[in-house]
Antibody, heavy 121, light 109 residues
Framework: QVQLVESGGGVVQPGRSLRLSCAAS????????MHWVRQAPGRGLEWVAV????????YYPDSVKGRFTISRDNSKNTLYLQMNSLRPEDTAVYYC??????????????WGQGTLVTVSS | EIVLTQSPGTLSLSPGERATLSCRAS???????VAWYQQKRGQAPRLLIY???SRATGIPDRFSGSGSVTDFTLTISRLEPEDFAVYYC??????????FGQGTKLEIK
């Protein structure tokens, strides 16, 4: 069965960095686009990043562009999110999610359980 | 950026009743690339509907989606106790930029 397991969350000071990981299993990882989505405490969902199946193309919303970097290692079936220059407003549960089909025009059909990132001094 | 506005913010109904949730887009969503998700407290979202009206794998047929262009609806025909949760719409037609609505909380009356 499809499984996505995030790790790497924790408490970090403003301006510092953190790297999240998402271990994938139960499907052919290297044919799917993958996403990160976050949810601030008590708030709604915000899409954070997408990476193409081969890692060649990456896209971000303006809120994280230039600070966050999505990457993947298809040999390890793992997705990453490098977060730099963290701000208190980046505090959220971060989910990795799979695109339903291989391309970008897909909803997110499987989600991990999430990892909490708290940015606070 | 396509902004999605969901209404109502909170919907109070009883088990067995019919629920109608609305999602309005600030501009046309190409190819009706709208999805609906259910999120229960402490859990990850679950995909219910995609392509505005197609049910995801394993989703009961009491859930249905409809709509096009800028107006989309999620209908739950007869509410079960496990259906009380928060529901989000999402557009993925403006990809690779994706947006979610702010959510509708469906609570027990």
């Amino acid at each position: 069965q499809v499984q996505l397991v995030e790790s790497g969350g924790g408490v970090v000071q403003p301006g510092r960095s953190l790297r999240l990981s998402c271990a994938a299993s139960g499907f052919i990882f290297n044919i799917y686009a993958m996403h990160w989505v976050r949810q601030a405490p008590g708030r709604g969902l915000e899409w954070v990043a997408v990476i193409s199946y081969d890692g060649d193309n990456k896209y971000y919303p303006d809120s994280v562009k230039g600070r966050f970097t999505i990457s993947r290692d298809n040999s390890k079936n793992t997705l990453y999110l490098q977060m730099n220059s963290l701000r208190p407003e980046d505090t959220a549960v971060y989910y990795c999610a799979r695109g339903l089909s291989g391309g970008y025009n897909s909803p997110f059909d499987y989600w991990g359980q999430g990892t909490l990132v708290t940015v606070s001094s | 950026e396509i902004v999605l506005t969901q209404s109502p913010g909170t919907l109070s109904l009883s088990p067995g009743e019919r629920a109608t949730l609305s999602c309005r887009a600030s501009q046309s969503v190409s190819s009706s690339y709208v999805a609906w998700y259910q999120q229960k407290r402490g859990q990850a979202p679950r995909l219910l509907i995609y392509g505005a009206s197609s049910r995801a794998t394993g989703i009961p047929d009491r859930f249905s989606g409809s709509g096009s262009v800028t107006d989309f609806t999620l209908t739950i025909s007869r509410l079960e106790p496990e259906d009380f949760a928060v529901y989000y719409c999402q557009q993925y037609g403006n990809s690779p930029m994706y947006t979610f609505g702010q959510g509708t909380k469906l609570e027990i009356k």
